[in-house]
């Protein structure tokens, strides 16, 4: 069996800024392995933005502020997959791509901490694990039925598509549901915006202005206050949305986007032995769970607010500090610290 001193498990921005955090506190790159049950890294960033997205370092409000050596800066979604590629390479560290953890079986003890991790492809003897899975490998979904014959029709996501001169239904509130409808309006499809409340209270304000304008010269038809009771099939098995308020009544539509956001995968984090706070896991300093050496890092730490890039990138330099002091004996360099103008 293949050992490892740092096995990551996810190679999104928490993962990819884990490994670099560990190569510069002394790790060596054939110390450290990624693994990733997609076909490249950042499957959140490939297919979940829109292609003219503005990546945003200060997402949700939070503060765009660096404190490990990996830092992003307001930048489009291809600088932002190469940013990543480019620290990939310049760790060294393999990820192997498609291969899908699905188990994480801790054998070591309190003090000596050693883990079997078994994958779709291979089994592997760890020290330390970092789980960074994110949230969004399990999109959430409404609370009515879906029928099985719109599946085609119905969306949790923005890249698995192309479609012009449609009528669109998007769900949600969020940055994404703004991001979503912006783009689908670039393509010249017609949205319309279905949102529970009677207005927006999570959207950054870049988001909110883009929406606000486009509601403004009606190229957007905006629902606020709106919730679907049921999704009936119409014709040429396209979506029909009945709305509980009488206002909304009945709608057609080519198309459904739901923008809902993700959840914590709380079945695998829990066969991992994980203990859990209601619906977050429960960890100390660093993300490090209740099972000694057993980190959690990214989304998953972010709790209800929800995680971005910048908060991704800083918990790795926290993660990492706490590898080095309870365990690896390492030290986090001081001197790779991210300063304006520098970057991995
Ligand atoms: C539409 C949208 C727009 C956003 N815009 C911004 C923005 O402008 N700025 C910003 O800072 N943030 C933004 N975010 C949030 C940001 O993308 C996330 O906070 C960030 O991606 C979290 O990183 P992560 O590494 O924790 O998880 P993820 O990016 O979700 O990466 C997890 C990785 O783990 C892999 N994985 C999952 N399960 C397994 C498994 N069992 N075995 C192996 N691999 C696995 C996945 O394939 C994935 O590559 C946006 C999110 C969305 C959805």
């Known amino acids: 069996m293949k050992t490892y001193k740092l096995v990551i498990t996810g190679a999104g921005p928490a993962g990819i800024s884990l490994a670099a955090e560990a190569r510069m506190s002394g790790l060596k790159a054939e110390e450290i392995i990624m693994l990733d049950k997609a076909e490249a890294h950042s499957w959140v960033i490939r297919s979940l933005y829109p292609d003219k997205k503005l990546v945003t370092a200060n997402y949700k409000g939070m503060p765009a502020i660096c404190h490990g050596v990996m830092c992003l800066q307001d930048s489009t979604k291809h600088d932002t997959i190469n940013y990543l590629d480019k620290a990939i390479q310049k760790t060294g560290v393999v990820v192997n791509y498609q291969e899908e953890v699905q188990k994480i079986e801790s054998i070591g003890t309190k003090k000596e901490p050693e883990f079997i991790i078994t994958t779709n492809k291979d089994k592997y003897k760890a020290k330390i694990v970092v789980i960074a899975i994110g949230i969004f490998g399990k999109p959430n ?6 029928p099985r014959k719109l599946k085609d029709k119905i969306h949790f996501d923005i890249t698995s598509f192309r479609t012009t001169e449609e009528n669109i239904l998007v769900v949600g509130g969020g940055d994404s549901a703004s991001e979503f409808a912006q783009f689908l309006i670039e393509m010249g499809n ?4 279905s949102y529970r409340r009677n207005k927006f209270v999570k959207m950054n304000s870049f988001n909110l202005n883009s929406l606000n304008e ?7 038809n905006l629902l606020l206050q709106s919730n679907i009771e049921k999704i009936d099939i119409q014709k040429e098995n396209k979506p029909l949305v009945f709305f509980k308020e009488k206002k909304y009544g009945i709608k057609k539509f080519d198309r459904i986007v739901y923008a809902l956001g993700g959840s914590t995968p709380e079945n695998f984090l829990k066969s991992t032995g994980i203990d859990f706070v209601g619906d977050v896991p429960d960890v100390k300093e660093g993300g490090e769970s209740t099972i000694p050496g057993l980190f959690v890092g990214g989304d998953l730490l972010a709790g209800k607010r929800g995680g971005s890039i910048s908060h991704a990138f800083n918990a790795s330099r926290n993660t990492m500090e706490q590898i080095c002091k309870n365990y690896l004996h390492c030290h986090v360099s001081e001197h790779f610290k991210y300063e304006k103008g520098v970057k991995l």
């Not at 979904?141 to 879906?146: E, F, L, N, T, V």
């Open 141 to 146: 979904k409404p609370d009515y039925p879906i």
């Open 190 to 193: 017609n949205v319309t915006l």
């Open 214 to 220: 486009l509601v403004k010269c009606n190229r957007i």
